[in-house]
T-cell receptor, first 116, second 112 residues
Framework: KAGVTQTPRYLIKTRGQQVTLSCSPI?????VSWYQQTPGQGLQFLFE???????NKGNFPGRFSGRQFSNSRSEMNVSTLELGDSALYLC???????????????FGNGTRLTVT | AQSVTQPDIHITVSEGASLELRCNYS??????LFWYVQSPGQGLQLLLK??????LVQGIKGFEAEFKRSQSSFNLRKPSVHWSDAAEYFC??????????FGAGTTVTVRA
């Protein structure tokens, strides 16, 4: 079974631009979560989607948004990029996304975003 | 809100020696507990999880972890470390709100 696929692997953008990252979950998984990883803040939760509905959102500004499609694939968008948005963005999928032990998260390899 | 503390930022261990990584959590009830490992340039891989039952859980790659409610801890152990175990290890907590809270991570270096 194929794992979580994130595209692209690397991105370089300029301040003020916007960016869209894509995530394809493991087949059969209906929950997709997004996390931001930086050296200073570590792993921070962005949002979680299940059946095209956002069920939880982390403490990020409105410039960060996401969506999920009917095939469970997900995208996240960051508008008006800032230098501090440079990070590794990780997508994770799970069967139910309830963060319980019987539905753990499976992570992709991430998209490395650099903002200059 | 729940929080996770990994007191050790970096640990160096000799190949073949034992390894223990510490994790403490702060939460009113018993959360769901996880250990993940991240190799350079990779995503996170689940090593093991605890959500109920036996407090000693076995995971992949020869790792185990013990949940101690009285100490709010979930420490990860491996009896004999291999060079391929060099990576960053993250403890995480879930409380049923569709997200995980992660510790800051512990980087493990394995010396020959």
């Amino acid at each position: 079974k194929a794992g979580v696929t994130q595209t692209p692997r690397y991105l370089i953008k300029t301040r003020g631009q916007q960016v869209t990252l894509s995530c394809s979950p493991i087949s059969g998984h209906r929950s997709v979560s997004w996390y931001q990883q930086t050296p200073g803040q570590g792993l921070q939760f962005l949002f979680e989607y299940f059946s095209e509905t956002q069920r939880n959102k982390g403490n990020f500004p409105g410039r960060f948004s996401g969506r999920q499609f009917s095939n469970s694939r997900s995208e996240m968008n960051v508008s008006t990029l800032e230098l501090g948005d440079s990070a590794l963005y990780l997508c994770a999928s799970s069967l139910k996304g309830d963060s319980e032990g019987n539905s753990p998260l499976h992570f992709g390899n991430g998209t490395r975003l650099t903002v200059t | 809100a729940q929080s996770v503390t990994q007191p050790d930022i970096h640990i160096t261990v000799s190949e073949g020696a034992s390894l223990e990584l510490r994790c403490n959590y702060s939460y009113g009830a018993t959360p769901y507990l996880f250990w993940y490992v991240q190799s350079p340039g990779q995503g996170l891989q689940l090593l093991l999880k605890y959500f109920s039952g036996d407090t000693l859980v076995q995971g992949i790659k020869g790792f185990e972890a013990e949940f101690k409610r009285s100490q709010s801890s979930f420490n990860l152990r491996k009896p004999s470390v291999h060079w391929s175990d060099a990576a960053e290890y993250f403890c995480a907590v879930g409380v049923g709100d569709y997200k995980l809270s992660f510790g800051a991570g512990t980087t493990v270096t394995v010396r020959a």
